[in-house]
């Protein structure tokens, strides 16, 4: 049984840290995708990772400041603006390319999300 379970998270001030973890259970995906859902908008992915190179890739409201390993989405010098929910996904080489662009309907895992608040 594939699942994800994130843990992490949590309330931050404007410049801490958070880190964000996603354990994954019952199989080896090879990307690996972050995405984040701000007040009133859609979700977006934010960070990807490819297991068969270890190659990342981040969007440029993050690029510089979040850092994606294996299990974790590290988030440094966080702004108001990163308040949202978190959600890490999954998906095998089947369910399409493994890009920054990929649309959430491209990922058939999800993991339970997790709420990140940043204060001023």
């Known amino acids: 049984q594939v699942q994800l379970v994130q843990s992490g998270g949590g309330s931050a001030q404007a410049g801490g840290s958070l880190r964000l973890s996603c354990a994954i259970s019952?199989?080896?995906?090879?990307?690996i995708t972050w995405f984040r859902q701000q007040p009133g908008k859609g979700r977006g992915a934010i960070a990807i990772?490819?297991s068969g190179d270890l190659s990342t890739d981040y969007a440029d409201s993050v690029k510089g400041r979040f850092i994606m390993s294996r299990e974790y989405l590290q988030m440094n010098n966080l702004k108001p603006e990163d308040t949202a929910m978190y959600y890490c996904?999954?998906?095998?080489?089947?369910?399409?390319?493994?890009?920054?662009?990929?649309?959430?309907?491209?990922?058939?895992?999800w993991g339970q999300g997790t709420q990140v608040t940043v204060g001023t």
């Open positions: 996904a999954a998906k095998s080489s089947t369910w399409g390319r493994c890009a920054i662009d990929s649309g959430e309907e491209d990922y058939p895992y």
């Open positions: 019952g199989y080896k995906f090879n990307c």
């Open positions: 990772r490819r």
